[in-house]
């Protein structure tokens, strides 16, 4: 474990390294991240100005909902999006053997070590979302309610991690799988909204199937002290289960990775 | 126009080879349903303005149809040929690069009519109280609108992919662009539903034109004599579009510096 935290210390700083050498990128990506907010606040202006509530929730709450979606979109595209295209790649390309030879486990390797700095500002913008929802309804949650959020943003990202994993593992049968990608943000654009607003089936499927309620609704209820624990165990379990089975599927299935040459 | 027809046959092929690819791309434009099912629940305990639920099933499926019919995704290609290089080879040939990127950008329009086509009938037929006014003459001006709409679209994007010509960051222009149009075109929010100030402002600017207007078209919203004003307008910013256009084609030609050119 400590040996492989130092591993991806060593890649995180190379990848830093390298990318700031284009700090102009940094500082365009940084004002596109606060551009973000405003079409946020205006969009749900709209809503706001013809009814006190969406879904139940008011505008300000609704904040720290799309400030969720935020954290989640950047930490995605820091550390989950870069190795999916790097594996899928090696994948197709036969060069997953200079991965998979290397002395530590393939899996970390292969899909955590690449990383995109520049969004990061995403996740800052969005906790700054959070900030200013709770700083305008006036509340200040209490320390159970902030030690279940952050449990729940680490269990959301292993639940992300799990299921991209699922998706990228299926490259080593199908080569082209950057598409069903493509699905599963389509999946992750309902999480800018409370899950409340969709009707019944939509609501069950974003909850059980594709857990997308537990990464942006679901904390920030917790925050605001409207969540049973009921869903907090279950955030933790769903990232369980979706870790241990996707880490299965992809032992199982680099069994069928036939190399460039054999 | 020969010149067109040919790029377009070539590019056409392309979207056959990708096919499948194209109908996920279709399916993965969820954001304006996702918009619907928020108004529907704003919507549960009355009308919000003029509009109902209906109202709003409505506008959102003409919404899709028309960001189906005039989206365009070409800036990428253009972004990546002019960092490569390979902008050189398109200076060479004997036509303009505009030419290759318009067909580009409507090469799989067909694809989607071929699908969107049937996919609006069975809506039609399912929900026969969908507010869509589909005689004749109001398909024809919904078309011609549409293509008015398509090319505003192309001026604008082939603009910002210019810009690559000084900047390395032109698809992040076009990030922001998105964000603008998205919300100013009424592709997420109908128009009608802004403040009446901002909605006025709304109005002024080229992106009503190129979503809210072909919809509200569909829709039976606009009189007849609106209809024809707003397609005049359109190819007044079809006009505008094209000179700021040519304006920073003549002077960015001038910067190209291309890997190895």
């Known amino acids: 474990m400590m040996r492989h935290l130092k591993v991806l210390a060593i890649y995180y700083r190379a990848a830093f390294l390298s990318q700031m050498e284009y700090r102009a990128n940094f500082v365009s990506s940084f004002f596109l991240s606060l551009l973000w907010p405003l079409w946020v606040v205006s969009l749900l202006g709209v809503f706001f100005y013809h009814s006190p509530d969406l879904g139940g929730w008011s505008f300000n709450e609704a904040m720290l909902v799309i400030g969720l979606y935020d954290i989640f979109i950047g930490l995605q595209e820091t550390i989950l999006a870069p190795n999916i295209v790097q594996v899928t790649e090696h994948i197709q390309k036969g060069t997953l053997d200079f991965v998979l030879l290397k002395p530590a486990n393939g899996q970390v390797l292969a899909t955590i070590t690449a990383c995109n700095l520049m969004r990061l500002t995403d996740v800052l913008v969005g906790f700054g979302l959070i900030g200013a929802g709770l700083y305008r309804i006036g509340y200040v949650p209490t320390l159970v309610q902030i030690t279940t959020f952050a449990v729940m943003i680490p269990a959301g990202m292993i639940t992300v991690y799990s299921i991209w994993l699922m998706l990228t593992t299926l490259a080593f049968w199908f080569v082209r799988v950057e598409n069903l990608g493509e699905v599963f943000y389509a999946f992750y654009e309902t999480g800018r909204f409370p899950v409340t607003i969709y009707n019944r089936w939509l609501r069950l499927v974003l909850t059980y199937i594709v857990p997308i309620a537990f990464l942006t609704t679901f904390p920030a209820a917790t925050l605001l002290g409207k969540l049973s624990p009921f869903f907090v165990f279950g955030s933790i379990m769903i990232a369980g289960i979706l870790f241990y089975t996707s880490s299965r599927f992809w032992n199982y299935a680099i069994r069928f990775y036939s190399s460039a040459s054999s | ?261």
């Open chain 2, 1 to 261: 126009m020969r010149k067109f027809l040919a790029e377009f046959r070539a590019c056409w092929n392309l979207i056959i080879e990708y096919r499948v690819m194209v109908v996920i791309w279709m399916l993965t434009i969820v954001l304006p349903l996702i918009m619907l099912a928020a108004w529907l629940s704003v919507a549960e305990k009355g009308p919000v303005g003029t509009y109902d639920r209906m109202t709003f099933i409505s506008y959102y499926f003409a919404a899709l149809v028309v960001r189906n019919m005039t989206g365009m995704w070409f800036i990428w290609e253009m972004d990546s040929e002019m960092r490569l290089g390979s902008l050189s080879f398109r200076l060479l040939k004997p036509m303009d690069p505009l030419l290759h990127y318009f067909a580009y950008a409507c090469s799989s329009k067909p694809f989607r009519i071929f699908i969107l086509g049937p996919a609006s009938l069975v809506a039609l037929l399912v929900f026969p109280e969908l507010k869509w006014a589909v005689d004749p003459l109001n398909l024809l001006l919904f078309v011609t609108s549409l293509a008015g709409s398509l090319i505003i679209l192309f001026l604008m994007q082939y603009t910002i992919g210019l810009t690559g010509f000084w900047i390395t960051r032109s698809l992040s222009i076009n990030d922001a662009w998105f964000f603008t149009y998205s919300l100013a075109s009424g592709y997420l929010v109908p128009l009608d539903l802004f403040p009446p100030m901002v909605r006025d402002l709304l109005w002024i600017l080229p992106f009503r034109y190129t979503m809210s207007f072909p919809v509200e078209l569909l829709m039976d919203r606009l009189p007849l004599g609106g209809i024809l004003q707003g397609i005049g307008i359109q190819w007044i910013w079809v006009a505008a579009m094209y000179l700021l256009n040519r304006l920073v084609w003549r002077r960015g030609l001038r910067r190209y510096s291309a890997v190895g050119a």
